[in-house]
């Protein structure tokens, strides 16, 4: 059982880890648990270059993951792979216990700790989309519908292809740019009637537009997906019109982890999509649990942010060991 300066950190994407390594530069002992077989979430998946990383130019949230997973290898941290959390409570002392299970360790893990940090990041909206449209999930199982924006880069469609791309968010902008620089044709069908994407990434999509390899049906929405013989699909909007397509891209923004049976008991506050609640320390509702990266900033989601938050909860907690 780890005790005294003991600190869990529950993911290991980019905030996870550099909440790990400033913990260790304050003399603590962070356990790095992470669920997949390696180090990087979301981060890991990207093939996109990360232009806003100071001192990486030219670099993808691939590259940006990995150099951060390296440097991490190269400290005595103990690193989890594989872990995931069975059952976290708080002691009537304030400590907290959490049971864990990791897949290079037989049976359930313990850990009592004052402070523990969640670095549990977000996923790809589209389960609900997935759910409510008819025929969505078996065409996806097909390799025809898509959730994320990893796929338009790879493998991405063939040239030619036209993509349905559902959503009107800075995500849905930005890739049907990039799918139509690469030879794609793309309809967004977006349910609003104005984007929720940035200007101008709206204004660089539209210069395809004008192009004739690129446009937008706004106000529209999808009622289910048909195979037409074996190459193409057609959409069946709620209008009664049917779009054709090669492909449907879902481009619905992000969940966050939040939402995982473990954390149940302690009641932590979200808003209104889930996102945890913190201060300016990074903490929660609860004391000592803290909660950094994407799963607690919904508004400024990104890598440089991420690791800016993990060295703040990081130094709040050393504080308050040292006190």
């Given at each position: 059982?780890?005790?005294?300066?003991?600190?869990?950190?529950?993911?290991?994407?980019?905030a996870?880890?550099?909440?790990?390594?400033?913990?260790?530069?304050?003399?603590?002992?962070?356990?790095?648990?992470?669920?997949?077989?390696?180090?990087?979430?979301?981060?890991?998946?990207?093939?996109?270059?990360?232009?806003?990383?100071?001192?990486?130019?030219?670099?993808?949230?691939?590259?940006?993951?990995?150099?951060?997973?390296?440097?991490?290898?190269?400290?005595?941290?103990?690193?989890?792979l594989?872990?995931?959390?069975?059952?976290?409570?708080?002691?009537?002392?304030?400590?907290?216990?959490?049971?864990?299970?990791?897949?290079?360790?037989?049976?359930?893990?313990?850990?009592?700790?004052?402070?523990?940090?969640?670095?549990?990041?977000?996923?790809?909206?589209?389960?609900?989309?997935?759910?409510?449209?008819?025929?969505?999930?078996l065409?996806?199982?097909?390799?025809?519908?898509?959730?994320?924006?990893?796929?338009?880069?790879?493998?991405?469609?063939?040239?030619?292809?036209?993509?349905?791309?559902?959503?009107g968010?800075?995500?849905?902008?930005?890739?049907?740019?990039?799918?139509?620089?690469?030879?794609?044709?793309?309809?967004?069908?977006?349910r609003?009637?104005?984007?929720?994407?940035?200007?101008?990434?709206?204004?660089?999509?539209?210069?395809?537009?004008?192009?004739?390899?690129?446009?937008?049906?706004?106000?529209?929405?999808?009622?289910?997906?048909?195979?037409?013989?074996?190459?193409?699909?057609?959409?069946?909007?709620?209008?009664?019109?049917?779009?054709?397509?090669?492909?449907?891209?879902?481009?619905?923004?992000?969940?966050?982890?939040?939402?995982?049976?473990?954390?149940?008991?302690?009641?932590?506050?979200?808003?209104?999509?889930?996102?945890?609640?913190?201060?300016?320390?990074?903490?929660?509702?609860?004391?000592?649990?803290?909660?950094?990266?994407?799963v607690?900033?919904?508004?400024h989601?990104?890598?440089?942010?991420?690791?800016?938050?993990?060295?703040?909860?990081?130094?709040?907690?050393?504080?308050?060991?040292?006190?």
């Amino acid at each position: 059982m780890a005790r005294g300066n003991t600190v869990p950190v529950i993911g290991g994407g980019p905030a996870g880890m550099s909440c790990a390594l400033w913990l260790r530069n304050y003399g603590l002992k962070p356990v790095l648990i992470e669920a997949e077989p390696a180090l990087g979430g979301m981060a890991r998946r990207s093939p996109y270059p990360s232009e806003g990383l100071l001192g990486r130019p030219g670099e993808t949230a691939r590259e940006n993951a990995a150099a951060f997973a390296r440097h991490i290898a190269q400290l005595p941290i103990d690193v989890r792979l594989g872990g995931r959390p069975l059952e976290l409570h708080r002691e009537a002392d304030g400590r907290f216990h959490l049971e864990m299970a990791a897949a290079d360790l037989p049976g359930a893990q313990a850990i009592d700790c004052a402070a523990l940090v969640l670095a549990t990041g977000t996923r790809f909206a589209g389960d609900e989309w997935l759910d409510g449209v008819a025929n969505a999930r078996l065409l996806m199982e097909q390799g025809r519908v898509h959730i994320g924006a990893p796929w338009a880069r790879e493998p991405g469609p063939k040239a030619g292809s036209h993509v349905a791309v559902i959503g009107g968010g800075d995500n849905a902008f930005d890739v049907s740019r990039m799918l139509a620089e690469k030879g794609a044709q793309t309809t967004i069908l977006m349910r609003s009637r104005s984007p929720r994407a940035q200007p101008f990434m709206v204004q660089r999509q539209r210069e395809f537009e004008s192009a004739g390899v690129a446009r937008v049906l706004a106000g529209r929405t999808v009622k289910g997906l048909e195979l037409v013989g074996q190459a193409a699909l057609n959409l069946r909007l709620d209008d009664g019109s049917k779009l054709a397509a090669d492909h449907v891209l879902l481009l619905l923004g992000y969940r966050p982890n939040s939402d995982a049976s473990w954390l149940a008991g302690l009641n932590l506050e979200r808003d209104g999509r889930g996102y945890f609640i913190v201060d300016g320390n990074k903490e929660t509702s609860c004391r000592g649990m803290f909660a950094i990266g994407d799963v607690s900033d919904p508004v400024h989601p990104s890598i440089a942010t991420a690791i800016a938050a993990g060295a703040m909860a990081a130094r709040e907690i050393a504080k308050r060991t040292a006190a």
